[in-house]
Structure formats: C-alpha cells, structure tokens
C-alpha cells in the first residue's frame, strides 16, 4: 500500500527544531539523573520534569496505552523499557528514549548512557554503544548525500559491518517518519534492503534509530507487552535523532549543533534554516 510522506514547510520544521530541543533537554536530564541508587523511575521522572517546565507534551505517555514519558531501556533491555523501580548500579547501560510535542508538531530521539560514566563500564559494553552511535551518524550522513530512503538503511548496515561485524545489527525495529505524529510513513530500515522506499525530498523529516546488540538479534517481548529484550540475555545499545532534510540541505533536529560536530567526517555540513 502506497502512503503519502508528509512534506514539512519551513516554518513547521523550525517548529520541529523547538520539539526537537525540548526532547533534547528532557532527556539530558535523564542522563543526569542515570546515577548508582537511583530507580528508572527516577530518570523517568526528570526527563517529565523538563517537557513539563517546557510547556511542552509527551508523546509516548499514552501512546497505545504507555505509560510513562520515556522508555528506559537497561541492558539487555533493547527497547521499550518501562520505568518502574529498578535500582541502577555501577556498569549498568541504559538507553534513554522520549520526545515531545510543540505546537502540534514531535520530536523523538534516544541516547545510551552507562551509570557511573564509562570509566567504571566493561570496555565491550562502550563499543557497542559507540558503534551503535556512530552507525546512527552513518545513517544521517546518508540522508544528506541519498538519493532514496534505503541509502540511509544501506548507509547503517555498511558502517556496522564495517565496525563491527561481531555485534548484532537489530532488525525487528526500525525508524520512522515524523511529524504531526511520532510515527508516521516512511519506514526507515536499519540494514540494506532491495526496495529503496520513497525518493528523498526536502520537508521530509525522518527518525534514524539503529540497535546494535553483542549477541543474538532475536529479540522477544516481555509479558508486559512493551519490554523487549534481546532473547540470548545479551547487551543492547539504542541511539535515535530526528533530522529534517530541507532546500538547503539537512539539520538534526534533536541535536544542539544539528549535527555540525558528529557529520564532519562524512563530509556533511548541516544548514540551518535561518
Ligand atoms: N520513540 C520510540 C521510537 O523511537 C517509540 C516509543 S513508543 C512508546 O520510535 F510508546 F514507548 F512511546
Ligand atoms: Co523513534
């Protein structure tokens, strides 16, 4: 079936840009709050804070039925952690997910975050997340310098091989469009597919989310309908921006320099629109 991709104006994707940075603050919060003692609850609780001072909504409290404001996702956890009161320690990884609503318009974004700083983690639990970061990078890179929706997945799957062709790349989870709704068309894959999906095109502002997990790819459910952790008991690392592409080019939405920093190594240099 054939879905219309909703083409954002300028003015909506300043819009964005204001979701984007609140989404952003709430869950720098979060990190924050990602200290030995604390409960998932707790970093919860902080990121709300943040979108709530903000005048700003979540878009995942009640999203079929979620029931908090981020997914707090802690090691073997993939995605979808609910926050509940789980006492983080030392080494734990914890992969933080939430956005908000600005004035009818989303943003979404997640980050990986070690309780204690890296310094106190494995060494392999680091690179996973690094590399789950950097195979994010390789993706937004590629949604500048695409042609299709697919060069982005494509873009994903090479540099995680590239990497690290012992982690396990996740594909039972994928990105998403974005904008008067969280999830919207296109599906953005996070590996090489043969349909390349839509052309890309300016006012189109997706969310690039790869998964990269030490063991398996199977994932599996938890009774609670939203917990999905990684069947082998393996660790998990999840990173998400959202990025609009314009006339002039791209801008992460959910990042404070639009990505200036992260994509210069790609040869991509973000343009703002004013
Ligand atoms: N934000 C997640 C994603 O990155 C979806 C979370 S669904 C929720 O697409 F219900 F947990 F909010
Ligand atoms: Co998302």
Known sequence: MFHAVELKTDDQIRTMRRAGLVTRAALE???A???PGATTADVDAAG??????????SNFKGYHGYPATLCVSVNEVV???????????????VSIDGGAIVDGLHGDSALTVFVGGEEAADPAHVRLSRTTEEIMWAGIAAMATGKRVGDIGAAIEDRAVELAPDLGLIEDFTGHGIGTQMHMDP???NYRAK????KLKPGMCLCI??????????????????????VDGSRASHWEHAVARHAGGIWVLTSPDGGAERLAPYGVVPVPLD
Do not use: S
């Open 29 to 31: 919060a979060a990190r």
């Open 33 to 35: 709050a990602c200290v």
């Open 48 to 57: 709300a804070r943040v979108i709530e001072e903000a005048g700003a909504t």
């Open 79 to 93: 995605v979808h952690g609910i926050p509940d009161d789980r006492v983080l320690g030392v080494g734990d990884m």
């Open 187 to 189: 599906e953005v894959l």
């Open 195 to 198: 349909k390349m999906g839509p």
């Open 209 to 230: 989310e790869p998964m990269l997990v030490a063991g398996d790819i199977d994932t599996k459910t938890l009774d609670d309908d939203w917990t999905v952790v990684t």
